[in-house]
């Protein structure tokens, strides 16, 4: 896998301004800077502050002048490549106001990861090993706005960007303290469940840097989220937990859905960067078939390995930490 910083002009004001990972774009003659970019190569989207004014044709083939939004200068988005670059049929050259013509010949479509954090430029440039102030002009490989950095830089400048979200900033009374059991309390299996996820979240997931960004997390409507997490890119990730889901228990998926989505509004995301899980010793098929269709991660864990767990120094160890206790059998 290679790592990739692309350079982008801000939108047009005739475009969508959330339009911020609309792919790698590299001009005709400098395509073979890209010559390494693959799917699945991470990619990190630069945007600028400014961008050349574009002049473009109505139907009626009259010329006008469209300018750039303000840009915000910095890293705004991580992302990962769909596949290699290649070329974008139907280009044409773009004319701008200063006389210049570019044309963005060779393409390569971006998945968005996140756009929840940014990356100031000053910030990125020491990273990179640059001096503070250079604004990027003539940027990449071939001058072309793409850069192959290193994993590490890359990692560097992941963490800046997942460190650069918003705190917080709804801090309203709770309703009600109960968790949507019924006031029926938390049973033990529930509880070391919940706090094996919450404590190996990387294990479980199968992916690496995940972090448990809380547990039993308070909504102001009464609701609690068994555990928000946060991935490795910053999206957050609303766990419900559940000892087991059959074919007719559908309360975990709408709690999974509900959690993801006001965990976006509460940790300050952006639309769209968030995930749902349900998480449970057993799922039945039908279940997990839904899940899928509904764009739930759902992720069976084996109740041996969680009472092994809890029976390890290192499990009684966490567990001693947690005001929280489960009701006795």
């Known amino acids: 896998m290679n790592f990739w910083l692309t350079t982008h002009w801000p939108p047009r004001i005739d475009d969508d301004p959330n339009d911020i990972a609309n792919g790698v774009w590299l001009p005709e003659g400098r395509e073979t800077a890209g010559s390494d970019l693959k799917e699945g190569d991470k990619v990190l989207v630069y945007q600028a502050r400014s961008g050349r004014p574009e002049i473009r044709k109505k139907i009626d083939g009259t010329e006008y002048v469209v300018p750039s939004i303000e840009g915000k200068e910095g890293i705004i988005a991580v992302c990962e490549a769909q ?33 929840s954090g940014f990356v100031p430029r000053e910030r990125m440039n020491a990273i990179l090993g640059y001096k503070l102030n250079f604004n990027l002009h003539g940027f990449g490989d071939l001058h072309s706005g793409l850069k ?65 960004f809380e547990i039993e997390y308070p909504f102001p409507t009464g609701d609690r989220a068994d555990i928000l997490l946060l991935d490795k890119f910053g999206k957050i990730l609303g766990v419900e937990i559940e000892v087991s889901v059959n074919d ?38 039908k279940m997990k078939l839904l899940c899928n269709e509904y764009d739930i991660q759902c992720i069976e ?7 092994q767990w809890s029976l390890s120094d290192e499990g009684k160890s966490k567990l001693a930490e947690q005001r929280l206790q489960p009701d006795a059998d």
Not at 165 to 190: L, M
Not at 301 to 307: F, Q
Request: with cysteine; glycine share 6%; charged share 25%.
């Open 83 to 115: 596949c290699e670059i290649y070329e974008y049929e139907g280009s044409e050259p773009t004319k701008y106001v200063d006389g210049s013509e570019i044309w963005w010949r060779w393409h390569a479509p971006l998945t968005l990861l996140s756009r």
């Open 148 to 212: 192959k950095i290193t994993e590490d830089q890359f990692n560097n400048l992941v963490t800046i960007f997942k460190g650069n979200v918003e705190t917080i900033p709804y801090k309203t009374k709770v309703i009600s303290a109960e968790n949507g059991r019924g006031g029926e309390g938390e049973s033990r299996e529930h509880f070391l469940l919940k706090m094996y996820v919450a404590f190996n979240p990387s294990k479980v997931i199968d992916e690496s840097n995940v972090q448990t």
């Open 248 to 285: 007719d228990q559908i309360e975990g998926l709408l709690q999974a859905i509900k959690y993801r989505y006001m965990s976006e509004l509460m940790t300050t995301r952006k639309l769209g960067d968030s995930r749902a899980l349900l998480i449970a010793y057993i799922i039945s098929d």
């Open 301 to 307: 864990v084996d109740k041996s390995i969680v009472e």
